[in-house]
């Protein structure tokens, strides 16, 4: 059975509960077992990726980051992407991204929802089919 790994950011509780939601929903549909990790914003989520990325098949990370009046936005996307990504090429990772990066809460909302556009769903369909990509090809 596949095990899958969400680890999610706390920051925006409301949107990650939907975000959660969403992914919850398509990995039960699949029939993926899955333990969910919680770390306080989307900066940490590559510190938990490294620390497990032996012990799951697949990962989902999730959170979200919405643009303020400081560069700071910036930094949290642009770092929090490096690392996850850094991280996915080095060890062979599958994994699906739902960490949203919006301009304001209206996007963060309408991107998060699950009877919208459930970013938290397609991020976890995402990480199953890349891991059926890489039991495909890395065989």
């Given at each position: ?56 098949d ?23 992407a ?52 890489k ?5």
């Amino acid at each position: 059975m596949t095990k899958v790994l969400i680890i999610e950011a706390r920051y925006y509780a409301e949107i990650n509960d939907m975000l959660l939601a969403g992914a919850r929903a398509a990995l039960e549909e699949a029939g993926a077992k899955y333990d969910v990790l919680t770390v306080p914003g989307a900066l940490e989520i590559p510190a938990v990726l490294k620390w497990t990325h032996d012990q799951y098949d697949a990962f989902i990370v999730l959170g979200c980051v919405i643009r303020g009046e400081t560069t700071h936005y910036d930094i949290v996307c642009n770092e929090s992407a490096r690392g996850v990504y850094k991280l996915v090429l080095k060890k062979d990772i599958a994994l699906g991204n739902g960490i949203l990066t919006v301009e304001n809460d209206e996007q963060a909302y309408a991107r998060a929802d699950m009877k919208r556009k459930n970013k938290g769903g397609e991020a976890a369909k995402a990480a199953l089919h890349m891991l059926a990509l890489k039991r495909r090809y890395k065989a």
